[in-house]
């Protein structure tokens, strides 16, 4: 385990207060076993966590675009392995998920783009959101812009308390490491 004042909780150490998040999305993930730490964030956070991941409006195919590349932009290698292997069994391959990394052609492209934007210059230029809603529809780019938001949280977290990736994502990404690591 790292050398952090906020390691992941194990299920002995999970506050009852959240019980009940300790059996579904929250206590599968080593990033939602550190957020455990304050009970009441995690609860307020498990709303907006089914809209981002499970609702969203870009689907599950641009959500993992943009939430590779924010995981890029902002060096959190937790959140690109964790990504990777979702992204993997979403059916991307490890070349398209390198150009993530790098600038992708086309659509992916243009959600990168977005991507960088809003870490950048904290928003969308009108031409930029314009061209997207066209693309994608305005719900998504809204979905896109709460995405970038919510995952730049979770990146800070992360860094800031050194989560350990998990176990089932490191031996899998030992065994397959092609896109893997980040940078």
Same mark, same amino acid.
């Given at each position: 385990?790292?050398?952090?004042?906020?390691?992941?909780?194990?299920?002995?150490?999970?506050?009852?207060?959240?019980?009940?998040? &300790?059996?579904?999305?929250?206590?599968?993930?080593n990033?939602?076993?550190?957020?455990?730490?304050?009970?009441?964030?995690?609860?307020?956070?498990?709303?907006?966590?089914?809209?981002v991941?499970?609702?969203?409006?870009?689907?599950?195919?641009?959500?993992?675009?943009?939430?590779? &590349?924010?995981a890029?932009?902002?060096?959190?290698?937790? +959140?690109?392995?964790?990504?990777?292997?979702?992204?993997?069994?979403? @059916?991307?391959?490890?070349?398209?998920?390198?150009?993530? &990394?790098?600038?992708p052609?086309?659509?992916e492209?243009?959600?990168?783009?977005?991507?960088?934007?809003?870490?950048?210059?904290?928003?969308?230029?009108?031409?930029?959101?314009?061209?997207?809603?066209?693309?994608?529809?305005?719900?998504?780019?809204?979905?896109?812009?709460?995405?970038? @938001?919510?995952?730049?949280?979770l990146?800070?977290?992360?860094?800031?308390?050194?989560?350990?990736?998990?176990?089932?994502?490191?031996? +899998?990404?030992?065994?397959?490491?092609?896109? @893997?690591?980040? @940078?």
């Amino acid at each position: 385990m790292t050398d952090t004042p906020c390691p992941p909780l194990t299920d002995a150490d999970w506050p009852e207060e959240i019980a009940d998040l &300790r059996d579904g999305f929250a206590g599968q993930l080593n990033v939602y076993r550190t957020m455990a730490h304050h009970p009441a964030l995690l609860r307020a956070w498990a709303p907006l966590r089914q809209h981002v991941v499970k609702d969203s409006a870009l689907g599950p195919v641009r959500s993992e675009v943009v939430i590779l &590349r924010a995981a890029v932009r902002l060096g959190s290698s937790y +959140e690109w392995q964790q990504h990777v292997s979702r992204a993997r069994k979403l @059916g991307l391959s490890d070349a398209r998920i390198a150009a993530i &990394r790098d600038m992708p052609q086309g659509e992916e492209g243009l959600i990168v783009r977005a991507v960088d934007a809003l870490l950048d210059d904290h928003m969308l230029s009108p031409e930029q959101e314009a061209e997207l809603a066209a693309a994608i529809g305005r719900a998504a780019v809204i979905d896109l812009i709460a995405t970038v @938001g919510f995952y730049s949280i979770l990146g800070y977290l992360l860094m800031t308390y050194r989560t350990p990736l998990d176990d089932d994502i490191a031996k +899998e990404l030992g065994a397959e490491p092609a896109a @893997g690591r980040l @940078g």
